[in-house]
């Protein structure tokens, strides 16, 4: 089993800083790509950032030069560093994974984190 564990979220006001955190632990073999979702109510789950195996990062258009994504490998650990908040950065944020474990290293998946609320408000 893969578990993705998340932290990080909370209540920050307009222009603050928050840094969420996504631990893949359990039978992995390999992670082909991780990063972070957001969804806020009534809208879909987009894409925020993510990093594949090779170190390719990507940015949705709404968060280049505010958010960065980092990682570490050995500790199969990404960060999403989050700074100049605005309101409309309030949603759900998910940890994605696309992971080879050691049973089905064939077979690679998607886990998902349970979600983190950041609220961005005065």
């Known amino acids: 089993q893969v578990q993705l564990v998340e932290s990080g979220g909370g209540l920050v006001q307009p222009g603050g800083s928050l840094r969420l955190s996504c631990a893949a632990s359990?039978?992995?073999?390999?992670?082909?790509?991780i990063g972070w979702y957001r969804q806020a109510p009534g809208k879909q789950r987009d894409v925020v950032a993510a990093?594949?195996?090779?170190?390719?990062?990507n940015y949705a258009d709404s968060v280049k030069g505010r958010f960065t994504l980092s990682r570490d490998n050995a500790k199969n650990t990404v960060y999403l560093q989050m700074n100049s908040l605005k309101p409309e950065d309030t949603a759900v944020y998910y940890c994605?994974?696309?992971?080879?474990?050691?049973?089905?290293?064939?077979?690679?998946?998607?886990?998902w984190g349970q979600g983190t609320q950041v609220t961005v408000s005065s």
């Open positions: 990093i594949t195996s090779g170190g390719i990062t």
């Open positions: 359990g039978s992995i073999f390999s992670i082909n790509a």
């Open positions: 994605n994974a696309n992971i080879k474990t050691r049973s089905s290293p064939w077979a690679p998946r998607d886990y």
